[in-house]
C-alpha cells in the first residue's frame, strides 16, 4: 500500500453501519492536495459521518481512509494526534468558547499546541483574523457576534493552526446569500493561497457549483456521483443531477 503524495483524502471501500443501519457502503473516492470537494446529499446521508471518519473520531467497519499521507483506520492515538495536526475542523455551529474573546479563542490552540512565543501568537492570531475581516472584532466576545461573523470566527479558529486540510460541515448554513458567497469566498482564497485542501459539506448549490473542484453526492449510503460539476450535472443518478442542478 504506498502512499500517494498528490492525495489529501482518500477513502477505499469505506464501510460504516450503526447497528443494522449502513450509512456508508463502500465507498471510495479521492481528492488531491489543494482541490476543493463539496460534499452533496439529503439529511441523513453520511455526510458528518464522512467527515468524522477524516478526523477518526468514528472507525470504518471496513476499508481505508487516508490522510495525507497515513492511512488512519487503526492507528494509535500518538500518532493520530500528529495526523489531526494537519486538519482544520470548522463546525456548524463554530464551537467557539463563551468565556474567551474572540482573541482568545483564536491563541488558545496555539498556545496549547505549538511552541511560538507570544509575539508570534500575536502576530498569526491578527493575520487570520484580518483574513477573515474580524481584524477590529479581537476583544469581542461570542455572545457579541452575529451569526455571519461566528461563522468566519469559526473559520479563523479552524485556520489558525494552518491546517493542510479543512474540514467545513455546512460552513455557509442560516447565513443570507450574500454573507455565504463571502464564506466561499474566504475559503476559495484560502485554497488559492495556502494550498489548502476543502472538504465542504453543504446543502448550498449556489456555494457548490462556485466553490467545488470536485462534486460528490451520498445517497442512501452510496457514493451516487462523483466528479467536477459539469460532469456531475450529467450524472446517472437522479438525485446527484437534481441537487447540483435545483
Ligand atoms: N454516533 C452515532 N450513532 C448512531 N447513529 C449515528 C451516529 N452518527 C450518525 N448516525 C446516523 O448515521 C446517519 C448519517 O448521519 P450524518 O450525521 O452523517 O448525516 P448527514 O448526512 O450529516 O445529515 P444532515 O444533512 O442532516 O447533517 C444518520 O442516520 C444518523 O442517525
Ligand atoms: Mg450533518
Not at 447497528?19 to 492536495?33: E, P, T, Y
Not at 479558529?157 to 455565504?180: C, H, N, Q, W, Y
Request: aromatic share 4%; proline share 2%; charged share 25%.
Amino acid at each position: 500500500m504506498t502512499a500517494n503524495q498528490n492525495i489529501a483524502v482518500e477513502f477505499k471501500r469505506v464501510m460504516k453501519s450503526f447497528g443494522a443501519k449502513r450509512v456508508l457502503n463502500d465507498v471510495s473516492f479521492q481528492i488531491g492536495q489543494g482541490q476543493a470537494l463539496c460534499l452533496l446529499g439529503r439529511s441523513g446521508t453520511g455526510k458528518s459521518v464522512t467527515l468524522k471518519l477524516i478526523m477518526a473520531l468514528m472507525r470504518p467497519d471496513s476499508g481505508e481512509v487516508w490522510v495525507d499521507q497515513d492511512n488512519v483506520v487503526g492507528m494509535g492515538e500518538h500518532r493520530l494526534s500528529l495526523v489531526r495536526r494537519k486538519l482544520g475542523y470548522l463546525f456548524q455551529d463554530a464551537a467557539l468558547f463563551d468565556s474567551l474573546t474572540l482573541y482568545e479563542n483564536l491563541a488558545l490552540p496555539l498556545s496549547r499546541l505549538t511552541k511560538k512565543s507570544k509575539d508570534e501568537i500575536d502576530e498569526v492570531v491578527q493575520r487570520v483574523l484580518t483574513d477573515v475581516s474580524l481584524g477590529a472584532d479581537g476583544a469581542k466576545y461570542p455572545s457579541a457576534l452575529s451569526g455571519g461573523m461566528r461563522k468566519r470566527a469559526g473559520l479563523a479558529r479552524a485556520l489558525v493552526l494552518e491546517p493542510k486540510i479543512l474540514l467545513a460541515d455546512e460552513p455557509s448554513s442560516g447565513l443570507d446569500r450574500i454573507t455565504a458567497a463571502e464564506i466561499d469566498e474566504l475559503l476559495t482564497r484560502q485554497k488559492l493561497e495556502h494550498g489548502t485542501a476543502l472538504i465542504i459539506v453543504t446543502h448550498d448549490v449556489h456555494g457548490a457549483r462556485r466553490t467545488a473542484d470536485r462534486v460528490a453526492v451520498l445517497d442512501k449510503g452510496n457514493l451516487v456521483a462523483f466528479g467536477s460539476v459539469e460532469e456531475v450535472s450529467q450524472s446517472e443518478s437522479d438525485v446527484a443531477r437534481r441537487l447540483i442542478t435545483e
